[in-house]
């Protein structure tokens, strides 16, 4: 299927047949503008600012002291063992673009920033370079600028099995990134309609993996249901993707010359929903959608995330046309969100990412509506800190 750009893909595409290798290069520049273009909204609301911290002002620590590292727990597959992935910090760049000149660029300075500062890093769909070798370069880039550091496949729901070992090796991946994006394929021009094979396309692309599998949404939410499916097939990982971040439903419906699919603004769940309605079953959890600075990034993870994924802000940093100084840019912008990240974890009393799920947080808003709605336990997230006091 489909996808790019945080929320997240630039684009799978759909079979050759249907559409061309010149058109679906087109709409992956095409999706890299639109995107851009909602970078002007960062400063808007989303539910991130629907989140709040109860303040304790005696509970601080000393920041030296914080440790950002975290560790992404993975099950067994039918090709890998039971593990755990140590990352250095707590957020990522994640699944973005590939398969143009242009998006080659933009990969490669990703790839440098992310090989220079130990971040972690997730490609956009390799699908048009399964389907055409010449789109290979845009992706093979990522790996070849970092050979040592921990990179992310993407593949799109519904591509055959096979492709999931072709599309680990192009990269020499870590992992395998398989998005889902119902909501997208819904409003795309070129889309499709039918979703009736989605969960067993995971579990079958899961199972030819070589590598630890993440099921991500690309912008609209994974709910309590979705989880429990993913659990139940023996996913182990889950990016919860959600909405408030690049919003590929005003992407694909500002492609389209009525604008038919303005009805559904607003579709799916943000990521701080997703993840205060995970299930206790749920996978490891990872998220993203809408996050703009590091104190959503503190937010994500103390809501239940182990990690987060940001790809907008990380664009925005690079710049359109991949231009060189792009890498440059971004290494100053993830070196100030780690010194960012490490004081809010310092001002919260928090020495690790497991001690943030400790922190007293109150609602507001459609967040809190949502949650109440939902059968979430306000007043027990409200006075979390009270249950490790002794």
């Not at 690309?218 to 919003?247: C, E, M, N, Q």
């Not at 947080?361 to 306000?378: K, M, Q, S």
Request: hydrophobic fraction near 45%.
């Amino acid at each position: 299927m489909h996808s790019d750009l945080e929320s997240d893909q630039v684009s799978a595409a759909l079979p050759p047949a249907l559409e061309t290798d010149g058109s679906r290069a087109a709409r992956k520049d095409e999706h890299v503008d639109l995107a851009l273009g909602q970078q002007g909204d960062g400063a808007a609301h989303n539910e991130f600012d629907d989140l709040d911290f109860v303040h304790q002002a005696l509970d601080g620590v000393d920041a030296e002291r914080v440790d950002l590292g975290v560790g992404i727990a993975f099950g067994a597959g039918p090709q890998h063992a039971a593990g755990e992935w140590h990352w250095e910090t707590p957020f990522y760049v994640n699944g973005m673009t590939g398969g143009t000149d242009r998006t080659t660029r933009i990969n490669r300075e990703l790839a440098i920033a992310a090989r220079e500062t130990g971040l972690p890093m997730a490609s956009g769909s390799v699908s048009v370079a399964l389907d055409d070798p010449d789109a290979a370069r845009g992706f093979a880039v990522i790996r070849a600028e970092n050979p040592d550091g921990f990179v992310m496949a993407n593949l799109g729901v519904g591509r055959p099995a096979s492709d999931a070992p072709r599309a680990v090796e192009l990269l020499g991946a870590n992992a395998l990134q398989i998005h889902v994006n119902a909501v997208q394929e819904t409003a795309m021009p070129e889309g499709s309609r039918d979703f009736s094979s989605w969960i067993s396309s995971v579990e079958q692309l899961a199972a030819a993996s070589p590598v630890p599998v993440v099921v991500k949404e690309v912008g609209f939410g994974l709910s309590r249901s979705a989880l429990r499916h993913l659990s139940d097939i023996g996913v182990g990982i889950a990016d919860v993707g959600g909405r408030g971040g690049t919003d590929f439903l005003r992407i694909e419906n500002a492609r389209r010359s009525a604008g038919e699919y303005a009805m559904l603004a607003g579709f799916g769940q943000s990521a701080l929903a997703s993840l205060l309605d995970a299930p206790r079953n749920a996978p490891t959890l990872l998220a993203s959608g809408g996050v703009r600075t590091p104190f959503d990034v503190v937010k994500a993870l103390a809501a239940g995330a182990q990690a987060v994924g940001v790809a907008g802000a990380f664009l925005a940093a690079i710049g359109s046309d991949g231009a060189s100084g792009g890498a440059e840019r971004l290494i100053a912008l993830v070196d100030d969100w780690k010194l960012r990240t490490r004081a809010v974890y310092a001002l919260l009393g928090a020495v690790t990412r497991d001690d943030l799920l400790a922190t007293d947080v109150i609602l507001r808003g459609r967040l809190r509506e949502f949650c109440a709605d939902r059968g979430v336990n306000l007043s027990a997230l409200a006075l979390r800190s009270e249950a490790r006091r002794p």
